[in-house]
């Protein structure tokens, strides 16, 4: 079956980097359109970063235009966040998502605090 595995959140201060990934089995990885998410509580889940299949990305939430890249390896199955500059308002939970489906991993948490 599907499965999602997010791992690489955690505590950082202002201004710090993480890099998120993202485990998928069970499909044809390189076949699938991915994306980020994250949530806070009492709020509506959001997209972050969308890419296709072949790598191209397709969109960025303006609130990460130029700190967050993401991006993906095939042969290793896994998704990527890259999140630099980080700021206390990227706190959250961030999810995988492969978008056919769609399907969610389970979620990491990042914490940026000082």
């Known amino acids: 079956q599907v499965r999602l595995m997010e791992s690489g959140g955690g505590l950082v201060q202002p201004g710090g980097s993480l890099r998120l990934s993202c485990a998928g089995s069970g499909f044809t990885f390189e076949a699938a359109a991915m994306s980020w998410h994250r949530q806070v509580p009492g709020k509506e889940r959001e997209m972050v970063a969308d890419?296709?299949?072949?790598?191209?990305?397709?969109f960025y939430a303006d609130s990460v235009v130029g700190r967050f890249t993401i991006s993906r390896d095939n042969d290793k199955n896994t998704l990527y966040l890259q999140m630099n500059n980080l700021k206390p308002e990227d706190s959250a939970v961030y999810y995988c998502?492969?978008?056919?489906?769609?399907?969610w991993g389970q979620g990491t948490q990042v914490t940026v605090s000082s």
């Open positions: 998502r492969r978008n056919f489906g769609p399907f």
């Open positions: 890419i296709k299949g072949n790598g191209e990305v397709k």
